[in-house]
């Protein structure tokens, strides 16, 4: 078994590379991924010893949570995942809709229970915050069910700095979930020092650009899902991104490893950062994703990445 790695003061351990579960179930980035590939990228996921899997409600929306429990009920081996799943979406009302109340998160929370087919949460996250609840009284609901052993560690994601450190006020956060790649590195300054500062962990995602960062897209691919609409993927800007992510080439053959394993391996040399979780479409990918642990990059690598991304 790879090195474990705790997830902020938690107490819980993971394998560094984990697994993203966004596309398990059809999600909105993400809608034609058949339900038994998803099913099998969960169960690769589990036997090859990758045993962080991230979830939420709105992936699916429900379906993820479902599919996620499924496998991991069926496999018998509940205790070795840290599943993390996410909530704050109301439901009848749309995508960008969100409620941080202690009794909707309580809601929320038991629902998820039931889809996840399990009677505790490793993490539970905050998927987006709300207008108007205090986020120090939300992240006390939390508290609240983890007092109850209904969930096991706390998370919150797409907070801004400030919403994050209203959030910790009383030192209950063990994870940030937050976007960061190589093509966006603003949570850097927004984030890393107060995480590392206050004991938490930063958790990226869309750690590959959503696959522009695994190095095999050429200026003819081709998107048939949301990503063909996000302007990253588009003309001049689709293009620039390659040649950006190009750069990486060269380091990457000499070390005898793909693009991708050089991306999600610098991202664990950075202090704020103790695991990933890279989402996939195909099981051969979960396997892949898992070489990045034999990749060692040298202090003059890491800092050549940081200079050619700067
Ligand atoms: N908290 C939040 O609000 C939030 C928001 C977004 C995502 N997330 C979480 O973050 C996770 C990761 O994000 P993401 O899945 O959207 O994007 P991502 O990890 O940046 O990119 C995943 C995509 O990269 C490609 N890929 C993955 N492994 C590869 C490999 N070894 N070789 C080549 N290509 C590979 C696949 O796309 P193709 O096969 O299509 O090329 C895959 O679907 C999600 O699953 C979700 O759990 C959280």
């Given at each position: 078994m790879s090195k474990q790695v705790e997830l902020?003061?938690?107490g819980l351990f993971v394998n560094p590379v984990g697994l993203g579960t966004?596309?398990?179930?059809?999600?909105?980035?993400?809608?034609?991924?058949d339900e038994q590939t998803g099913k099998d990228l969960v169960l690769t996921a589990i036997d090859q010893g990758m045993n962080f899997l991230d979830t939420a409600f709105i992936y699916g929306p429900e379906r993820s949570e479902e599919l996620v429990g499924e496998v991991v009920k069926a496999s018998g081996r509940r205790q070795e995942v840290v599943i993390a799943t996410k909530g704050a979406h109301k439901p009848e009302v749309g995508r960008r809709a969100y409620d941080n109340s202690p009794s909707f998160l309580r809601s929320q929370v038991e629902a998820s229970l039931k889809r996840l087919q399990?009677?505790?949460?490793d993490l539970y996250y905050i998927h987006y915050p709300d207008e108007h609840t205090p986020k120090d009284e939300a992240v006390g609901a939390l508290k609240e069910l983890k007092d109850e052993g209904k969930i096991r560690a706390i998370g919150v994601s797409n907070f801004s700095p400030d919403q994050l450190k209203e959030a910790n006020k009383d030192g209950y956060v063990d994870v940030f979930q937050g976007e960061y790649n190589l093509l966006n590195r603003s949570a850097e300054q927004d984030f890393f020092l107060y995480a590392t500062e206050h004991g938490i962990s930063f958790v990226p995602y869309f750690p590959l650009a959503a696959g522009l960062?695994?190095?095999?897209?050429?200026?003819d691919t081709t998107f048939d899902d949301l990503r063909k609409d996000k302007p990253d993927f588009q003309g001049a800007a689709f293009r620039e991104n390659l040649k950006k992510v190009e750069r990486l080439r060269p380091i990457a053959e000499a070390k005898g490893a793909e693009v991708a394993h050089v991306v999600l391996a610098w991202y664990l040399t950075r202090n704020a950062i103790d695991a990933i979780i890279p989402g996939a479409k195909k099981p051969s990918q979960v396997a892949d994703n898992?070489?990045?642990?034999d990749v060692r990059l040298t202090e003059e690598e890491i800092n050549e990445i940081d200079r050619l991304f700067s």
């Open positions: 902020g003061n938690s966004n596309a398990v179930g059809g999600h909105n980035l993400y809608p034609n991924l399990t009677d505790y949460i960062l695994a190095g095999k897209y050429t200026p898992l070489k990045t642990l």
